[in-house]
RNA sequence: CGGUGAUUGGCGCAGCUUGGUAGCGCACUUGGUUUGGGUCCAAGGGGUCGCAGGUUCAAAUCCUGCAUCACCGACCA
């Protein structure tokens, strides 16, 4: 490819709107435009890479058995209906009407149309087991869009979706794809690293995340620092202190602190790290029968600590999705407002996080307005309450795996893996006949890669003050030719016009350089695009018959004879 | 969804307080100059000042409403 014959658009300055580094450089390097919040039209330079990046998830998928499909990014609502996340999903599915007044929607996931499918297509057990793809546009309305297409509204995923009448069978493609997902992202080029997952709302029991690890990332992954144990942090067990718990050592007492309400101004108040102080979040309770009234429960945590809403969700007791009550509500029990609050003589059901329970002469809210207690111990002060895990993990606590610490990064996620269960195909009644010839409802699994999300993650963990740095493997390029002054010389012109000749016959893609512009400003821009290989092609080494390489990574130059440049593209390529 | 802020040529911004001919840098066009790291000089083209309404002799500027976009938050006890 020519520069003349292309679109580089690249740009010396940045938007205003762009937050991180990839947004920013893919906006300067002519990757993308943004055409509406959360939407973004691929410029060529984008496409190609998007291209590189869904061609190598889509052979490690049709090498681990997976077949490809392509489904519409417009889906009837009927399916939506059926399997209860019509009403279950909120805004973040964009729903429309056709002209005929049918409700549809634009898919932000598509396990309804598969299992629609499949249980059309799919009727006896010999069939199985099954592991359908598809590489497509999906639309979700985020609440929040932002970081350019790492979180957009339109971006490009793979997804896959997999049909079992065992858990064995589950577990085996299960498996696979696991080790699928491990091929992708080493082909890629990234540091990842996948990592123990909650499933969330889309149901199942097993899961994992596949995680690019930088500083940008919007999730919190823990590590063991001794073994490979890695979670989000969602999903990290806070396991109780080591030891028994102290003695009592001190009376409860009740101290005035007007106008303390947060731990941080109680801690002040008091003299006490915030450690040993409790806080009491009060949620809404799960309910027996959807016409029972609304009642509270009080979650306990150390001072320090945060609440897990996750943890807290899953317990029978408390409403999910998680509901905070008001201070009306809690007033109208508690006898106080938030800030005072506190487990001795609670009239509401306790939960108490491992670590709190584990405390001895803590303080608390007193329960009444400006007033707090010291000294208060479990079981001798209150006695009526449950222990559970209620708190994310923090750096240092015990790994969950029983070995080393936990050290807490931060990932961005570009694929998560789930064995969903019979979620969709009962609600949808996806089942085959099995070998005693009986009716039996499929279990699936199902598997996603964000395919849009790995160009700007790659860009996040590979980049300089100059521009991006791509892995060879999905770089828009592999290799530029920068002529000096070649419509000035014509030795320059012939020299370089030869190489790309060469080089693109021998199946290399190489971008040339032929504008006509001072050597700077095609440096600037061939390493803010990042192309991986330069060939510097000028007077000087001509001479001697030779040319300049420069490492965009590296930046290591070497001067190459003009007949070698193939071969060592080659052997650089490792092809 | 709540809070804050922004909206002036393709991009980045000034002008608005105190109403009176719409400006700067980059980019673009033409000519010259320069040529191994975003040269320099000159001459040009390009703007319904987000939209609608109001105040005024006069509105980018003041007032009202709307739209779009961004950032922050969604632990608060």
Redesign the pocket.
Known sequence: MRTSQYLLS????????A?VISHKLMLRAGMIR?L???MYTYLPSGVRVLRKVEQIVREEMNKAGAIEVLMPLVQPAELWQESGRWEKMD?ELLRFVDRHQRDFVLGPTHEEVITDLVRREITSYKQLPLNLYQIQTKFRDE?????GVMRAREFLMKDAYSFHLSQESLQQTYDAMYSAYCNIFNRLGLDYRPVLADTGAIGGSVSHEFHVLAASGEDAIAFSDTSDYAANIEMAEAKAPAGPRPAPTQQLTQVATPGA???AEVAALLQQPASQIS?????YAAKASDDAPQTLVALV?RGD?????IKAEKLPQVASPLV??S?EE?RAVMGAG????GPVKCPLPLIVDRSAAHLADFSC?ANQDGFHLTGVNWDRDVTDYQVADL??VVEGDASPCGFGKLVIKRGIEVGHIFQLGDKYSQAMKAGVLNEEGKHQIMTMGCYGVGVSRIVAAAIEQNHDE?GIIWPDAIAPFQVVLIP??M??SVRIAEATELLYQQLTAAGIEVLFDDRKE????M???M??VGIPHHI??????LDNRQV?Y?NRRSGA?ELLAIDEVLAFVNQQLKR
């Open positions: 690249t740009m010396k300055e940045t938007p205003a709107d937050e943004r509406a919040s959360g805004a609440r929040r869009p932002r970081f309400k947060t731990v806080k009491t979040l009060i949620v945590l600590h945060e609440l897990n809403e905070f009550a201070e809690i938030p800030g005072s609050l809210g708190r994310n100059r000096m002054n419509h000035k001072r050597p700077g400003v440096f600037a821009d390493e803010l510097v092609i000028g007077e000087r080494n300049e420069k130059t």
